[in-house]
């Protein structure tokens, strides 16, 4: 008989649930439906992602995730509430950071701030997310996040 790992469990929902949500991130014509599984999944990979015994970089990440989707889906409010949490643990310097989590956090609290109608904060986040992804030094993870970056619903902001 076998023993279930629970935290092994927890990770591997958690990357499942992390995965699924960025699928339906980078879909252009997500459904009212496709938004709420989009949140639902991001909210499902945190909750895993505490629970899984890992280190803090993953809760932050599932914490810029969470900011994404709900700035995705047009919430402002949570997609703020979240954000202002993933600038709280990036300034914590958490063991595991890169470059690459440096771009992202900018970039959905610019995106959270364009769906709050926050105009100048979302363009200062905005250029902030630019300035960081040019600096990625892994030209690949560079190619993704610009392609990202590029990519979605920034509420008007240009």
Same mark, same amino acid.
């Given at each position: 008989?076998?023993?279930?790992?629970?935290?092994?469990?927890?990770?591997?929902?958690?990357?499942?649930?992390?995965?699924?949500?960025?699928?339906?991130?980078?879909?252009?014509?997500?459904? /009212?439906?496709?938004?709420?599984?989009?949140? *639902? *999944?991001?909210?499902?990979?945190?909750?895993?992602?505490?629970?899984?015994? #890992?280190?803090?970089?993953?809760?932050?990440?599932?914490?810029?995730?969470?900011?994404?989707?709900?700035? %995705?889906?047009?919430? #402002?409010?949570?997609?703020?509430?979240?954000?202002?949490?993933?600038?709280?643990?990036?300034?914590?310097?958490? *063991?595991?950071?890169?470059?690459?989590?440096?771009?992202?956090?900018?970039?959905?609290?610019?995106?959270?701030?364009?769906?709050? #109608?926050?105009? %100048? %904060?979302?363009?200062?986040?905005?250029?902030?997310?630019?300035?960081?992804?040019?600096?990625?030094?892994? /030209?690949?993870?560079?190619?993704?996040?610009?392609?990202?970056?590029?990519? #979605?619903?920034? *509420?008007?902001?240009?």
């Amino acid at each position: 008989m076998s023993t279930l790992d629970l935290e092994k469990a927890h990770r591997w929902f958690a990357v499942e649930y992390n995965n699924r949500t960025w699928d339906l991130l980078g879909k252009e014509d997500r459904s /009212e439906e496709e938004n709420e599984e989009m949140i *639902h *999944h991001a909210h499902a990979s945190l909750l895993h992602w505490q629970h899984s015994g #890992g280190e803090q970089i993953n809760a932050l990440r599932a914490y810029y995730l969470l900011t994404n989707a709900y700035a %995705a889906a047009g919430e #402002g409010e949570p997609a703020m509430r979240y954000g202002a949490r993933s600038l709280a643990l990036l300034k914590e310097e958490p *063991h595991g950071i890169t470059d690459w989590d440096n771009a992202f956090i900018y970039d959905a609290v610019g995106r959270a701030n364009a769906a709050a #109608g926050n105009t %100048a %904060a979302a363009h200062e986040y905005k250029e902030q997310a630019r300035r960081a992804g040019e600096i990625i030094a892994n /030209e690949e993870d560079r190619k993704i996040f610009n392609a990202t970056f590029q990519s #979605g619903n920034w *509420h008007g902001i240009e």
